[in-house]
């Protein structure tokens, strides 16, 4: 649909010549996009719907996201759909990806049989979860701009979009784009022109991301299908090219101040989906989850709950303010003599005063040099020589072995929230 027109997803679709179900038999409920540039919101089943969402790893993390406060969730792709029946069961939507093929991992939009291949897949999944009531919009592909080369990848979007539309004029369809800029703007609207709204994913960048689609001249409504931390591409990087990450409670205060500057505030934007509300390894393992490898909830989560509901959980997790190596910073570009002792030391608090633990580990810096989230290895654990000074203190031995190595520190509050930091730092010989 045409990005200068109203809004509004109305009545029977058209596609080769012949109408579109109406889908009354099915339990579907109607979803649509209301509104005029600068002015849209969201609508489901006639009623105004305030997307608080995020995407989710694992079927545990559906229950855990509706008890702080979320209503839906986004994946990546559409697996055998049972996701639509455990989001029901919470009362819960889902915005349903229809994972397209990249580019940058070597598909071909030029190939026609391939990308009609594709389509037929895309078909065969909107036909089986076309009439589920949780289904709230389709994603059709993500970061598909991510590298890519070839404009043609949103013909097959636009064309899989006027097929939903034909075989299910009640949920819009979207496109989820690394970033937004003023040429991959034009190649939307010239290529892409079927999709009901704009999904944008954003780190660092979400503060400007007003700024960005203003000079990309596009007033599309936005979903933003993915954000929150700044990124690991964005951040500084030691001399050896580890990237310096934040703490815990850093990123819970970008989380929060994205959300009220730029997600709440409404306007262009439709809601949004909070990245990641579970686990994952991305240059470090703690880097975007806001849950720890095993399972505890950092200070994001609280936020997230806050900023949903109003309202903070009754215990809340420790606060990290400082990690130190030899008396230094992660910024300080941190280089140890192999076999020789330092301190570590970390600063938390925590907000009820619950008695913290402490723990740390050693791992080596990640190699990894995929991008646009593919998945990477786990870096090496090392076997961490210390002695414990005190809460928050240990003496450190440097390894033997030259190179570059990550520290890290969780700092738990014994009642399943944690914080944590970590500081890259570079052994050289004795």
């Given at each position: 649909m045409l990005p200068c027109a109203p809004w509004v997803l109305l009545g029977a679709a058209i596609l080769g010549g012949s109408v579109a179900r109406a889908g009354a038999e099915g339990s579907a409920v109607t979803v649509e996009v209301r509104g005029d540039a600068g002015a849209y919101a969201l609508y489901r089943g006639g009623e105004p719907y305030a997307v608080r969402g995020?995407?989710?790893?694992?079927?545990?993390?559906?229950?855990?996201l509706a008890r702080h406060g979320g209503n839906s969730v986004r994946t990546w792709a559409v697996g055998d759909g049972s996701i639509l029946d455990r989001a029901h069961g919470l009362g819960m939507t889902v915005a349903l990806c229809l994972d397209l093929e990249r580019e940058r991992?070597?598909?071909?939009?030029?190939?026609?049989?391939?990308v009609k291949r594709q389509f037929e897949r895309a078909r065969r999944a909107v036909l089986a979860h076309r009439d589920h009531p949780a289904?709230?919009?389709?994603?059709?592909?993500?970061?598909?701009?991510?590298?890519?080369?070839?404009?043609?990848?949103?013909?097959?979007?636009?064309?899989?979009?006027?097929?939903?539309?034909?075989?299910d004029p009640q949920h819009p369809t979207t496109t989820a784009t690394a970033g937004i800029d003023p040429t991959l703007a034009r190649v939307l609207e010239t290529r892409a022109p079927d999709l009901d709204f704009l999904s944008v994913q954003v780190y660092g960048g979400l503060a400007g991301l007003p700024t960005a689609l203003a000079e990309a001249s596009l007033e599309w409504p936005v979903m933003v299908t993915e954000w929150g931390t700044i990124g690991h591409w964005e951040v500084p990087h030691t001399p050896w090219g580890a990237p310096i990450e934040p703490t815990s409670t850093a990123k819970?205060?970008?989380?929060?101040?994205?959300?009220?500057?730029?997600?709440?505030p409404g306007g262009q934007f439709i809601g949004s989906y909070a990245f990641l509300w579970g686990q994952k390894q991305e240059r470090t393992p703690t880097w975007y989850g806001v849950f720890a490898t095993d399972g505890r909830r950092t200070e994001t989560v609280d936020v997230l709950q806050r900023v949903w509901t109003g309202a903070?959980?009754?215990?809340?997790?420790?606060?990290?303010?400082?990690?130190?190596?030899?008396?230094?910073?992660?910024?300080?570009?941190?280089?140890?003599?192999?076999g020789a002792t330092y301190a570590a030391s970390v600063e938390a608090r925590d907000p009820e005063d619950d008695l913290l633990g402490f723990d740390w580990v050693l791992m080596?810096?990640?190699?990894?040099?995929?991008?646009?989230?593919?998945?990477?290895?786990?870096?090496?654990?090392?076997?961490?020589?210390?002695?414990?000074?005190?809460?928050?203190?240990?003496?450190?031995?440097?390894?033997?072995?030259?190179?570059?190595?990550?520290?890290?520190?969780?700092?738990?509050?014994?009642?399943?929230?944690?914080?944590?930091?970590?500081l890259p730092f570079l052994v050289v010989g004795g």
């Open positions: 995020a995407g989710v790893q694992g079927a545990a993390g559906l229950a855990s991992h070597g598909f071909d939009y030029d190939d026609t049989e391939a289904l709230l919009f389709w994603i059709i592909g993500n970061e598909l701009n991510h590298d890519f080369t070839n404009p043609r990848v949103y013909d097959a979007v636009n064309d899989i979009s006027r097929m939903i539309h034909a075989l819970a205060q970008r989380y929060r101040e994205g959300y009220e500057q730029v997600i709440a903070w959980p009754l215990n809340r997790a420790p606060r990290l303010l400082d990690l130190t190596l030899d008396g230094r910073r992660a910024t300080d570009h941190v280089r140890l003599r192999a080596r810096e990640s190699e990894a040099t995929q991008s646009g989230g593919d998945a990477e290895t786990v870096p090496d654990r090392v076997a961490l020589t210390s002695v414990r000074r005190g809460a928050g203190q240990i003496d450190l031995l440097a390894p033997e072995e030259p190179g570059a190595y990550r520290l890290f520190v969780y700092v738990g509050d014994g009642r399943g929230a944690v914080a944590h930091a970590n």
